[in-house]
């Protein structure tokens, strides 16, 4: 939605109901701080939002070049918000590099604040500037508030006698004063939050309060040529209840000390740093009262392998890494298979192949997820499509994993791990309890059989230090019941055929699927997994509006699939898979249900726009006799008309 | 080994057995390690519920299937990952790891020298017999120089690595060697099971097929009194009966070998073992055999607080006075409550 926020025209225009800005600049200039406490002032102000934090690679990139950019993008606003937004309304540039990268995306009319003070010749160089755009009118298109932040911040904080480097670090405060007045934001949370912050140096608190304050009073005082005027998005009507603000990895770890709790067992978490999962290892050394222990082994493979260790004897054993880190994790995820032990596989997903994109996101490792492993290895995969939803994905990961015994993959990816939403609090007295059970004694008589299966092709899980229960286990084929050494063919057919059917039957213990918006049947549905909910919810949500007969289904359990997933697809006449590949989860629809599932790919490190989806939404329906196209959506030569209405 | 295990168990070889038929090939030095073990264990009280054996892949590696404990065949070189998570699962269980020169040293090498540098409380045998068994012949990480294999026909150009070495380099606090036909091998695992901490022990293994008697020169029965030097705390470090004694060449800061006359040992210099003198068990893991004796036995044994107490203890400490509430969790952080009509700061 086109926001007013920027027309001069307008004398007393409605506030908008969702504003998008992007704070940009260098990677030491605090944008992502910068951001995550504006996120914090709009969840107190009642707003609904989403944030994409988007930042370089390198800790600290030479200052000023075009790939030491750093980037926070917030979507806030009084109605339901599922993005962090297409294109920004406002765009904060602390320096030219920053305005470069980012001022493409901009909303046509949107406002751009740049600081002049740091368009120097030297940083115009450095962005390939050759001319400053501020003045060569290359920014027409755009709103223009260009005055010299440093200089302004380094005179509120004179008082404070720091030198000029630390003062001009309160730039982003500064900044951050402006934007709370623009979007009529209470300062005092933002000041106790300093003033905790730097407990332990009240001149560098009072220096950031200051600059804070003074971009507060710029907003109020100055002459802003007219482009700013205070907006208040009201409260986005929520359910009510305690709220507060989640990012993926937090919720990862949280679901994961839950889901332990609720299988009554210690967890063990064996990880190794890799961007962008090391931060759910981050949240869980500090939960040790949970019976949480934590080990940083010496590879990805030491991790997974001793989170193995630690569920044979006896604990939840879950680990974390991202693609390239599951890479090496695949044989002893084979072994997990073979063992039939419990274990969690967390991959928070980023840009491949190979070291690809650290920092950005993609969902490509789907192929990797399924398939992935030597052998007839199946493995049950569950994707999270936000960060509060990863909370209760990771409990399913843990459910599936003590009541099938096997290894759970659990995919998140870098934008789910380090975008916040509002998430209401969930009471655990409303969680469902999974405890497990450890074979006590002989299962057979006078014998034990470690591979004996139950109903639901599941073996005894059989701590050592029982007594009388001593059993050998291993990645050799195991006899079927004793679990002995067997190589016959006979054998490893069968075992072959249940480890298949155990997996396959995890479909009876998962919710049928739900169209999360729209019919069960009709024309078109569009089908995701993963982070792209929120484009894809409101491009379908956008497009109903204008009549179009199409749904949203988005499907957590990528592996096995919900049992009424076939019957439900092929109720309708198309189906379009969006995702952040090139097309892995389509490739598997097609496979397990013969639909000719079409997909929209993206593998540019960046989420879906919602407009991206909606157009491809608007392709299926243009000009199509009986099909409701869009006003605005041009007529398409390249369609892919309904089959029902062709056949009218 | 563990010292919460108080209750020694009475147990007989035969209660080792598993009833699984062996897979070596006949006349393999494993089968002398597998039945030292199994002699040694039921001496060291130790409970067959209470332990496990941890492998990774290769020859050595089957040897879990062949104890009536605990056992678990891993994957190639990631036994001491796999015996981390069990020991911090469970700190009351006792872990022998059971390993060899290419799953130890070549694919494994990594995990080996964490574990031995973090201090995991488990007994850790790496079977050398300077090859690659399983796998049909090939030249090993410890193979000497010149050795023909299948994948190095002219002779193995690499320059072999020091099990013994690497594992003190590595910062390993107990350190012993052995073979597998003797004597003294149940008396090495069992001063390996009484140290606490990551206990190391080279166990020379003749592979008959593929490396047959590598390790004559020094093994062979006849002679051995020539060519063995047996370590013990606190006894001067003599062989060949008596008449050869390991003294310190002090301008070369080097070991020499001495002649001791009329067993006079002291007058010739010969040193005293004392196993915590971790400068001493730096020459001896490094004393080339030819010129030396093989160094034999405990060269090394001064224990350090392990890896699994220092991560009980931190973990006891971080959550002393705490209280594993959940929804108090869940609830952290900076929150807000929405009432029905609107939100409230």
């Not at chain 1, 030491?28 to 944030?51: C, E, I, K, R, V």
């Amino acid at each position: 939605m086109a926001t007013q926020l920027a027309d001069p025209e307008a004398k007393s225009t409605a506030a908008p109901e969702a504003v998008v800005v992007r704070f940009a600049g260098d990677s030491g200039d605090g944008m992502q701080l910068t951001g995550g406490q504006f996120t914090l002032s709009s969840a107190l102000a009642g707003n609904d939002f989403a944030t994409f934090p988007d930042f370089p690679a390198e800790i600290r990139a030479p200052q000023g070049t075009l790939f030491g950019v750093s980037a926070f993008q917030i979507n806030f606003g009084s109605t339901s918000i599922d993005t962090a937004g297409d294109a920004p309304d406002v765009l904060v540039a602390m320096n030219p590099a920053a305005l470069k990268t980012n001022v493409g995306a901009l909303k046509p009319g949107g406002l751009i604040i740049a600081d002049t003070g740091e368009f120097t010749k030297r940083n115009l160089e450095k962005a390939k500037y050759d001319v400053s755009p501020l003045e060569d009118g290359s920014l027409a298109k755009w709103q223009v508030l260009a005055f010299d932040i440093s200089a302004l911040t380094l005179e509120s904080v004179k008082p404070f006698g720091l030198g000029n480097k630390e003062a001009l670090r309160c730039k982003n405060m500064w900044t951050l004063g402006l934007a709370l007045w623009m979007f009529d934001r209470d300062r005092q949370p933002l000041i106790d939050w300093l003033n905790a912050k730097f407990a332990k140096n009240q001149i560098l608190a009072d220096a950031n309060v200051a600059a804070l304050n003074a971009g507060h009073a710029y907003g109020e005082t100055a002459e802003l040529g007219g482009h700013v005027k205070k907006l208040h998005l009201g409260p986005v009507p929520t359910p009510a209840g305690l709220y507060r603000t989640i990012t993926g990895a937090d919720a990862v770890a949280l679901g994961l000390v839950a889901g332990a709790q609720l299988a009554h067992l210690p967890m063990f978490f064996g990880g190794y740093p890799i961007t962008p999962a090391s931060s759910i290892l981050h949240a869980l050394v500090r939960l040790k009262e949970f019976g949480v222990t934590t080990f940083q082994a010496e590879d990805e493979i030491a991790a997974i392998c001793a989170a193995i260790g630690a569920s044979y004897a006896g604990q939840l054993g879950v680990t974390s890494s991202s693609g390239p880190g599951i890479a090496l994790k695949g044989e002893a995820m084979g072994l997990a298979v073979m063992t039939e032990l419990p274990l969690v596989i967390v991959n928070s997903q980023r840009g491949g192949p190979s070291t690809g994109l650290p920092t950005k996101t993609e969902q490509s490792d789907l192929y990797q997820a399924v398939y992935g492993r030597n052998g007839d290895a199946p493995i049950p995969v569950v994707s999270a499509r936000s960060p509060s939803d990863a909370f209760e994905c990771a409990i399913e990961a843990c459910r599936i994993a003590v009541q099938y015994m096997t290894p759970v993959i659990l995919l998140t990816d870098g934008y789910i791990a380090n975008a916040a939403e509002p998430w209401l609090v969930p009471d655990p007295a409303t969680f469902k309890e999974f405890p497990v059970s450890f074979l006590a004694e002989k299962n057979a008589g006078d014998s034990l059989l470690p591979y004996k299966r139950d109903a639901n092709g599941k073996r005894p899980w059989i701590k050592p230090g029982t007594p009388g229960l001593m059993h050998r286990i291993g990645g050799i084929e195991k006899a079927v019941d004793t679990g002995h050494l067997d190589y016959s063919p006979g054998n490893h057919q069968a075992q072959t055929d249940a480890r298949k059917a155990k997996i396959d039957g995890i479909a009876q213990s998962i919710p049928d699927q739900e169209v999360c918006l729209g019919n069960p049947d009709g024309k078109l549905a569009v089908v995701g997994w993963g982070s792209t909910y929120g484009p894809i919810h409101q491009a379908v949500g956008r497009a109903r509006a204008k009549g179009l007969d199409v749904s949203h289904i988005h499907v957590r359990h990528i592996w096995p699939m919900p049992q009424n997933l076939g019957a439900l697809l092929k109720g309708y006449d198309k189906v379009l898979v969006p995702e952040m590949n090139t097309g892995q989860f389509k490739t598997v629809l097609r496979d397990q249900f013969l639909v000719d599932a079409q997909p929209l790919t993206k593998t540019s490190g960046q989420p879906f726009a919602i407009a991206e989806v909606e157009a491809a939404i608007a392709t299926y329906f243009d000009g199509v006799p009986g099909n409701a196209g869009g006003d605005d959506v041009p007529p398409n030569e390249q369609q892919l008309p309904s089959v029902k209405a062709v056949n009218l | 080994m563990n010292e919460m295990t108080k209750i020694a168990a009475t147990t007989t070889l035969k209660d080792w057995e598993t009833d699984q038929e062996v897979r070596w090939c006949p006349g393999c030095g494993d089968y002398a390690i597998l039945k030292a073990v199994q002699r040694t264990l039921p001496e060291l009280g130790a409970d067959p519920a209470n332990t496990v054996f941890v492998s990774g892949i290769g020859c050595s590696s089957r040897f879990p299937y062949y104890v009536e404990s605990y056992g678990f065949h891993t994957i190639h070189g990631r036994a001491p990952a796999f015996a981390t998570g069990i020991k911090l699962a469970n700190p009351q269980l006792d872990v022998w790891l059971v390993t060899g020169d290419g799953d130890g040293m070549s694919i494994g090498g990594n995990h080996t020298m964490h574990v031995l540098r973090r201090n995991l409380d488990c007994q850790i045998l790496l079977f050398n017999n300077e090859i690659y068994g399983l796998t049909k012949g090939q030249y090993s990480p410890t193979s000497r120089e010149g050795t023909t294999s299948p994948t190095t026909p002219l002779g193995s150009v690499d320059r072999p690595a020091s099990p013994c070495a690497f594992a003190l380099g590595a910062g390993a606090r107990f350190i012993a060697r052995g073979f597998d036909v003797s004597k003294n091998l149940p008396d090495v695992l069992k001063a390996a099971y009484h140290h606490k901490g990551a206990a190391f022990v080279e166990i020379f293994q003749n592979c008959i097929v593929y490396n047959k008697d590598v390790f004559n020169d020094f093994a062979a029965p006849k002679g051995a009194e020539d060519r063995q030097l047996w370590l013990a705390n606190g006894e001067p470090m003599l062989f060949a009966k008596g008449t050869h004694g390991i003294a310190l060449d002090t301008e070369k800061l080097t070991l020499k070998v001495v002649d001791v006359v009329d067993g006079d040992w002291q007058s010739a210099g010969v040193i005293v073992h004392d196993v915590t003198n971790r400068s001493i068990a730096h020459m001896l893991v490094e004393m080339p055999f030819g010129p030396f004796p093989m160094a034999l036995g405990v060269l090394y044994d001064d224990p350090r607080p392990t890896f699994e107490a220092a991560v009980m203890a931190e973990r006891a400490k971080a959550s002393a006075g705490k209280e594993p509430n959940l929804a108090k969790l869940l609830a952290k952080g900076q929150t807000w409550t929405v009432e029905d009509s609107g939100p409230e700061l």
